[in-house]
């Protein structure tokens, strides 16, 4: 693999002009960068994103990038650092979800938008991903009670929802929508992390069938 960055998170904007990667400097895999990157040229680094950049609001950094159907934002989960081993480019234990409004002719970003505030019990949450209308965002909510599972491999996640337009939303709470179903266990279950069905991982099929009907695929160890 490369020596001079290693690339994770790599997300397409629609018209496939920019992607959005999280970066890390070897050998340590830290800091983290968010890059904004060309897709059409060799030296393709358009803006870079330190944690810590002033554009996160503090001591954070967007991982686990996703352009919104439209173009104009970049979900991101706002991770924050955990302990000296809490976060990499792809996985963390610590934070909420966000967007950044992107500039896509200069390649840049603006500041973040909390969309998910933080949770402060111990749980995190990660994996945002878009409606196809852009109107809301799907992501998981994890706990990390023993400190050694981070988002990456976490087993015991509960899928949950959010209106953009309702942001700052917090979970629980009365505007945050429990995908109970999908789950497949309940919210106690993985606070416990005791669920058996490691519900993660969820990415909205990027069409709507019907008038208003959305697909939001994910994995489970659920039997079948």
């Not at 997300?11 to 070897?26: I, R």
């Not at 500039?103 to 196809?132: C, E, M, Q, R």
């Not at 929802?161 to 700052?168: C, F, K, L, Q, Y």
């Not at 993660?200 to 008038?211: L, N, S």
Request: hydrophobic content about 40%; aromatic content about 10%.
């Amino acid at each position: 693999g490369p020596t001079n960055s290693l690339g994770h998170n790599v997300a397409l904007n629609p018209d496939g002009s920019l992607m959005a990667v999280n970066a890390t400097d070897p050998p340590d895999n830290w800091p983290s960068h968010l890059d904004l990157r060309a897709t059409n040229a060799p030296d393709s680094l358009k803006s870079r994103y330190d944690f810590g950049d002033p554009i996160f609001g503090g001591e954070k950094i967007g991982i686990q990038p996703e352009f919104s159907p439209d173009g104009t934002q970049l979900a991101v989960m706002l991770a924050e650092k955990n302990g000296e081993a809490g976060l990499s480019a792809w996985s963390a234990q610590k934070g909420g979800i966000a967007t950044l409004p992107v500039n896509v002719a200069a390649g840049t970003l603006g500041a973040a938008k909390v969309i998910v505030t933080a949770p402060t019990d111990g749980s995190y949450h990660f994996y945002p991903t878009w409606s196809p209308d852009s109107a809301y965002i799907a992501f998981v909510t994890s706990w990390d009670v023993n400190g050694a599972s981070g988002s990456l491999g976490n087993d015991h996640g509960v899928l949950r929802m959010v209106a953009v337009a309702d942001a700052p939303v917090t979970c629980p709470g009365p505007k945050c929508i429990e995908l109970s179903r999908g789950t497949g266990y309940a919210v106690a279950a993985a606070q416990a992390m005791s669920g058996t069905s490691a519900s993660t991982w969820p990415k909205f099929a990027p069409f709507a069938q019907g008038d208003g009907v959305y697909f939001l695929p994910f994995t489970s160890r659920r039997q079948y």
